[in-house]
């Protein structure tokens, strides 16, 4: 078991190895942007991780970041697996922390 630590949340959980970080933020309930669902194909699952924790993840896949973007520390969060415990920092992540359902809206009779 691992834990991952998702800041500034200051929420932790306790996963398999081999979970990506996806997996683990949406178990710990942090919300992590991911239109693609995991898919690795649109690169808004971004986050950072500081140094001493890059070999505590698998970060492989379809979707490349950018050479100054993985020196930084930023791995595809659905594409991470945790290999052992780290830190996430979601600081510049940007998530809707208050998100709205569309309830009502214009509609016809059709007879």
Do not use: W
């Not at 970080?21 to 239109?35: F, K, W």
């Not at 996430?88 to 359902?101: A, C, H, M, P, Y």
Request: proline residues 2%; hydrophobic residues 35%; charged residues 25%.
């Amino acid at each position: 078991m691992a834990e991952v630590v998702f800041y500034p949340h200051n929420k932790s959980i306790n996963v398999k190895e081999g979970t990506t970080i996806l997996e683990a933020a949406r178990s710990a309930g942090v919300i992590i942007e991911s239109p693609c669902n995991g898919a690795g194909t649109c690169g808004k699952c971004k986050v950072r991780l500081e140094r001493e924790f890059l070999q505590n993840v698998l970060a492989k896949g379809k979707h490349c970041l950018l050479e100054e973007e993985e020196k930084l520390g930023y791995v595809l969060a659905c594409e991470a697996q945790i290999t052992g415990d780290i830190k996430v920092d979601l600081s510049e992540n940007k998530q809707n922390t208050t998100l709205k359902i569309l309830s009502k809206g214009q509609s016809f009779d059709i007879a």
